[in-house]
């Protein structure tokens, strides 16, 4: 009797034990993941919440420091220095008179960025509109020199309405583009040119292509720039359509004003 149940009873414990050790290697692999960073688990979620997305991984700033200081009358802080990371929330990189890039900075182009805006302009040109990006992605080098012709032709005041400081240009991302209307170059920069059948086309489908309107008409105590009806801000279409239904500009969206 005994003999017969012997193989029984060890097969059983067999079974057990090799249950038991599958469980506690599937624990342990379990906890590794969870024991990556934080940072690494939030690009994660924000990169698959995010569809389509950027191509880099982002740095995830959840809460920026808020500046304890007024901006002066141009809308940048006293004594700023540019900082030695960019500032991510909620995986959307932020570039204004507040947030600057670090120097070093330079990704050149954004490819996505770059796709969507073809897609643009051939639904465009598909409604017989001829757009054109006469102007993307600017290293600080170039920021620095366009800013400094600016001021010598018309003061420091009214360059920086109008043009960023180096470090301070969405156009340092890679993400941002003017836009303008093919032998319409008069109207390229201008006001103007949002009032255009082109302009007007522009406004209301920008979103579906992920694209927002950076600076919008009376927004300027928020943004730091008057209205610019040519530039337009890459930040993918989910996020792009829901900042238009809500009319708001990318500080009111990202918590920052
Ligand atoms: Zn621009």
Do not use: C
């Not at 720039?225 to 801000?233: A, C, V």
Request: aromatic fraction near 12%.
């Amino acid at each position: 009797m005994k003999n017969k149940r012997l193989p029984l009873i060890l097969g059983a414990l067999i079974s057990v034990a090799l249950i038991v050790s599958i469980f506690v290697v599937y624990n342990y692999k379990n906890n590794q993941k969870s024991n990556a960073s934080d940072e690494q688990k939030l690009t994660t979620e924000q990169a698959e919440k995010d569809s389509p997305t950027m191509e880099e991984p982002k740095k995830t700033t959840e809460n920026p420091v808020k500046p304890e200081q007024q901006p002066d009358e141009n809308g940048y802080l006293p004594n700023q220095t540019l900082p030695t990371e960019p500032t991510y929330i909620n995986g959307i990189l932020l570039a204004n008179k507040i947030y600057p890039l670090p120097s070093t900075f330079a990704p050149g182009e954004n490819p996505e960025a770059r796709q969507a805006l073809d897609q643009m302009l051939v639904a465009a040109k598909q409604q017989g509109f001829d757009l054109v990006a006469f102007s993307g992605y600017r290293s600080f080098d170039y920021q620095t020199k366009l800013y400094n012709n600016y001021v010598n032709r018309d003061g420091q005041a009214a360059a920086d309405r109008y043009s960023a400081r180096p470090g301070y240009s969405e156009h340092q991302t890679g993400l941002a583009f003017d836009i303008g209307e093919r032998g319409k170059e008069d109207l390229w920069l201008t006001e103007e040119f949002g009032e255009t059948p082109a302009g007007q086309w522009l406004m209301t489908h920008a979103q579906d292509f992920g694209f927002i309107l950076r600076f919008p008409k009376d927004k300027e105590d928020i943004t730091g720039y008057m209205y610019e009806s040519w530039h337009y801000r890459y930040v993918g279409s989910d996020k792009a359509k829901e900042i238009k239904k809500q009319s708001i500009t990318l500080e009111e969206y990202l918590g920052v004003k």
